[in-house]
Every structure is written in C-alpha cells, then in structure tokens.
C-alpha cells in the first residue's frame, strides 16, 4: 500500500485523534512545544485523509494551546477556524465547542457583550445536543461573565451569577465530575468574593484546591492558588492570622513554581502584577 493511500484510509483517523487529544494534553500541563508539534502531525494527515472532523480538532486545540499562554488573539483566529469547519461540515457539537471557547477568549479580553451572545448560543446548542459535560463550562463560563459586570446593577448581575453556578453544580454532581465539581467551587469563590464573603469565599478556594491537587490539574492550581493567596492579602484585619499569612506565602510560592514548570511567563507576569512584584 502507498503512503498516500495509507493517509487516505479510515484506519488512519484514530491516529490523528490519539494526536490531536495528546496535544491537549501537553498543553494543559505546560509542554507547548510538544503540543505543537503533535497539533502539526495532525493538521497534515487531516488534510491528506480530508477528515473535517480531525482537523477541526486540531484548530481547536491549536487554539487552546495559544489560550492556555494567554496569546488571546492567536487563540481566538484558530478558534474561528474551527467554528468554520464546523459548520460547513454540520458538526453541531464542534460548533457549539467552537462558539464556548470564542465566548470563553472574549470574556478574558473582557468584551462582555460578544462573550455573552457567543456563549448562550454555545449554551442552546450543548442543551439540543445534550452534552451536559461541556454545558457545565458554558454555565460557569456565563457565571463568571455576570461576576466581572457586576459594577453595573450588581444584584441583578450576582443573582444571574449564582444562577448559573448552582445549574452547573447540579450537573457536575449528576455526572460525578470531580474536575467540573472543583471547577464550581472555583467559581462560586470569585462570586462569594465578589460580594464580601470572604469566609465562603475561602472555603471554596480550600475545596477547588484540593480537588484540582487530587486530579492534577496544575493549570487550575495555578488560578485557585493565587487567586486564594490575592484574596488573603485582602482580608479585614479582623479575619487575618499568622496562619493564613503563612497560607498566602506557601500559595503564591506554588502558584510561580508552577508557572515556571510549565513554561508560562506571560501568566506568571500576570500574577506579579496582581500582587505589585518583580
């Protein structure tokens, strides 16, 4: 059998699948390079088999590899692409995946209202196509869009908010996710934060901490350390404790190890310029 028709076989798709999922992983746990170049393996046998599922995918995860290092504007070209293959392919599950991560880019460069449309229409295509997993990050995706517009009418905000947070949680714990699970205390942190609860807002730090070290998830780590370490170094003098200053040094220690370990300078500068370090 000839090279080219060996790419042109059915049988070579789960490769550039096992290719494309493998790329994702290297780039949540920091290995771009690799990322990269598994993302360009597959790129170039999903051209030559004609796959528009595969190499959509590889767009996709081109795009969370650049998201992931906070290059918003290369994430969000390769997203876009992904949303063009989707739709002229019919793939209702890749262009509702694709319209979450657009929303998901615009609410990081914090253009609520095209995070906002982006993300519902993500959010009624994941309920007609039943993918509860992924309506989970578009739930919490929304919540944290209505926390960061909480400045204007912020009860109204907060109410949509928690909404959406108790939705995602209740889907979380239907599918036994311990990753969506830990991404809901997360969330429900910054939204406790957000209103001056800081005792809730701690313990629901303590609680995404320990599931995301249970399941390894060092990306998140890096958000609920520092995030926890910020929110620390904020409390009333009342709440505040030779412990949690402890807390806060060991937190932010990790959260910069991890960064470094990972190879992400741009999100560790992010982290400096929370707490107005060199």
């Known amino acids: 059998m000839s090279e080219e028709s060996v790419f042109q076989s059915p049988k070579f798709i789960p490769v550039i699948k096992a290719l494309t999922s493998r790329a994702q992983i290297f780039a949540m746990i920091g290995r771009n390079a690799e990322a990269f170049i598994d993302i360009d393996r597959a790129l170039a046998l999903a051209s030559e088999t004609g796959d528009k599922h595969s190499q959509g995918m590889a767009y996709n995860n081109l795009g969370y590899a650049y998201y992931v290092q906070g290059e918003y504007e290369k994430a969000i070209e390769y997203y876009f692409t992904y949303l063009k ?114 005792r809730k807002s701690a313990i629901n730090y303590e609680k995404a901490i320990r599931q995301f070290e249970s399941i390894r998830q060092k990306r998140e780590l890096i958000d609920a350390y520092s995030e926890y370490a910020k929110l620390i170094s904020i409390l009333p003098a009342h709440l505040q404790c030779r412990n949690l200053s402890l807390k806060q040094k060991e937190y932010l220690s990790r959260a910069k190890n991890l960064c470094r370990k990972m190879k992400l300078p741009i999100l560790a500068r992010k982290i400096d310029i929370m707490f107005k370090t060199n």
């Open 85 to 198: 293959i989707s739709e002229e392919s019919g793939n209702s599950t890749g262009k509702a995946l694709a319209l979450n991560n657009i929303g998901s880019v615009f609410l990081q460069i914090n253009n609520y209202e095209k995070a906002e449309s982006y993300l519902n229409t993500a959010k009624q295509l994941f309920e007609i196509i039943d993918d509860r997993y992924t309506l989970i990050e578009t739930h919490l995706l929304l919540a944290e869009l209505y926390i960061k517009k909480s400045g204007v009418n912020p009860a109204e905000q907060m109410r949509q908010a928690f909404r959406h947070i108790r939705i995602a949680y209740l889907l979380a714990h239907k599918l036994g996710s311990k990753y969506r699970i830990a991404c809901c205390h997360l969330t429900s942190a910054r939204a406790y934060q957000t209103i001056d609860s800081y």
